[in-house]
Structure formats: C-alpha cells, structure tokens
C-alpha cells in the first residue's frame, strides 16, 4: 500500500470515529416561549446555563456563555440547540400557528434525543406535537396545574413522555412581606394583563383571598391587555388602595395594536403609581417593583435539567417521574423603589434574603 492511500485510510478512518463520537452525543433541543432580552428568560438561561455546568453538560464557563449568545453549543458531552417563540410579543392564532410549524419543522431537522420546553407556550404547543411520541419531553415555568394541557395523566404519575416543573407561586408568602414593610396597608388589588401567564396568578391570589389567608384585603382586579385602559383604571384604583399587586403585564398593547414593551409599562407605573407593591418573581423586582417572594426562574430550569439529565443518563422514565416544583427564591425587596415610596428597610433586614439596587425599567 502506497503512502498515500495509506494517509487517505487513515483520514478516512478518523472521520469514521468522529463522525461516530458525534453520534454519541446527547442531542438536547430546548424552546422558549418568549425572547432572550426578556428579563425571565434571562433567569431560566442562567439556571439551564448553571445546570449544564454542574452535570457535565458544558465542559467550562466559556460554552455556557456562547450558548447563551449564539443559542447553540457543542461539548464533549453533547449538543444543546434553542430557539424562541416570542409569544410576549407575537402571540395570534396565526402567530402561534406559524412559530409552532416552524419550529417543529427545525426540531425533527435537529432530531433531539430530547426536547426541554420553557413555560406556558412551549408547553402547549410545542408540547402537544410532541405528545405520546418516543421523544422525552421536560418542561418548566407552567403556571399553575401542568393537568390542564392534557400532556400528563396526573401530577405524581404522568403516564406519558412529558414531566416537568411547574410554578407553585408564592403569592401569600408576598403578601406578607408586603405586609411586614408596609404594616399600615389594609387593602391591595391586582394589576396584570390578561395572559395565559397571569390569568391562573389572578386566581391563586382571588382563592388566598376567599380563604382569608392573607393578611391584607383584595378589594379588586385589573386586567386588560389594553394599554390606555391598564394606566386609566390603575390610576383610579390607586385612589382607593394601599398597595398594589403586580403580575405580568408584557402582553398589553396601545390603541393601534402594537405591543408595548414590559419595561414601558413598568415605568410608567414606577413614575405615576405612589404605593408599594408586591409582585411574584425576580424579574419584577429587578424592573424596579418592591419586593417578591420569589417563584425563581433560575430554579425552575435547573430543576427541569436536573430530570432531563435522570432521563438521558440514569435511563428514567418520564412517564413514572413526578412533576414538581422547586422551593421558592430570596426574599427581595428593592431598596430603590422602597427610597420612592418613604419605606424603611433596616426594621425589616432579619426577614429580606435579597437587597436589589436596581430599577431597571427607571433606566430607559
């Protein structure tokens, strides 16, 4: 045998193994229901990203931070592709149709050995095409009861290919800090918009409320994808409350149809309402709202990944895992909105985890 076809074996050989090595690989696609600068997807990046570190998944720091910007990563150990639905801001039926057909199409291109599926959206659409087929499926951020998208049998026993994390919500415990802070405040009412996200946020609060486990009394809803109507009626109902619990309010739009970005609305409010608030995750807190109990999107994707690595690594089944929910986060308060509002914090440090200094919707 010549030299030369002796190297052209060899290459040829090489190719084989590492084509094969390629193969070997855990193929892991995820979705996201909304968008990458959207302050809770950056927290459910930075659990995933954490997630991936600790189980292998990423060989250093470094890949996570190129996943992060490039939504695509190849390790020693596998390779992990993402992509966005952005429902917060295009969320129609036809939008919804579109970014699912679309995506399936790159999911069966990709051929993941599994599929994580980030909140509400992705777990419904994306989910349901997915539903009773061999691919295991792992989803996070469902907001309320995972039951009511038809992917599980029941929460301690899905009987299919889908488990995950769900949000358990910490609106009482939000409350009562709230309460603790501010302990004249007597009545609060609600300002959300009306999305797939709030709506069961709205009724967890309304059931505390009918139960009498909270310590101030609901004495009203607002919820409106209406811009004009959510500032018009949030002003009204400031006249007659002393605080304010914040939900989402990324799905509003203003009097032509267009979306008005989250950290708008959130200055707005910041500007114009003068009472403190209670919200129910980190990002709000970090907008520049007072203070949550925080249902952490960092703890939802690590804990989602940590059943995505028993599945691929320890051979479980996700028909017989559990779905469940992580414990809650700090308790943060953010002391630029407490300065705002005339609020004290020093009575209050032996019960606050986390003190944040930034408002980040005050900085537009």
Known sequence: MTFARLSALLVALLCLNADALAEQKRRVFVVSSYHAEYLWSQSTQRGLVQAMLDYGYLDNPEQGVAFTRDDVVESEKAIVRKVWMNTKRRN???????????????????????????????????????????TPVVF?????????????????????????????????????????????AKTFA??????????PKVKQIQALARSGALPIELVGVVQTNSYGEFKRRALEAAERVDAFFVLNHDTLVDEDGNHVDMLEVGRWYLDNIKKPEASHEGQFVKEGMLLTAN????????????????ILEQGLNPGHMRTTTPPRGPLMVNRIRADMLGISLEASRDVIDEIVNEAVALEL
């Not at 609600?190 to 709506?199: G, M, P, Q």
């Not at 939802?300 to 995505?308: D, G, K, L, V």
């Open 295 to 310: 249902d952490s999107g960092f703890n939802q994707s690590y804990a989602a990944f940590e059943m995505a690595y028993d």
């Open 140 to 184: 996070w951020g469902v907001n309320g009861l995972p039951l009511k998208y038809g992917l599980v049998e029941s929460m301690d026993a899905p009987g299919y290919n889908v488990t995950g994390v769900w949000q358990a919500g910490y609106h009482k415990e939000s409350v009562e800090l709230l309460h603790r802070l501010v302990p004249h």
């Open 92 to 134: 129609s039926a036809k939008d919804l149709a579109e970014t699912t057909h679309r995506i399936m199409a790159e999911l069966d291109a990709f051929k993941p050995d599994l599929v994580l599926l980030g909140d509400d959206n992705a777990t419904n659409y994306i989910g349901n095409q997915l539903f009773n087929t061999d």
């Open 190 to 199: 609600i300002l959300a918009c009306d999305s797939v996200s709030t709506r």
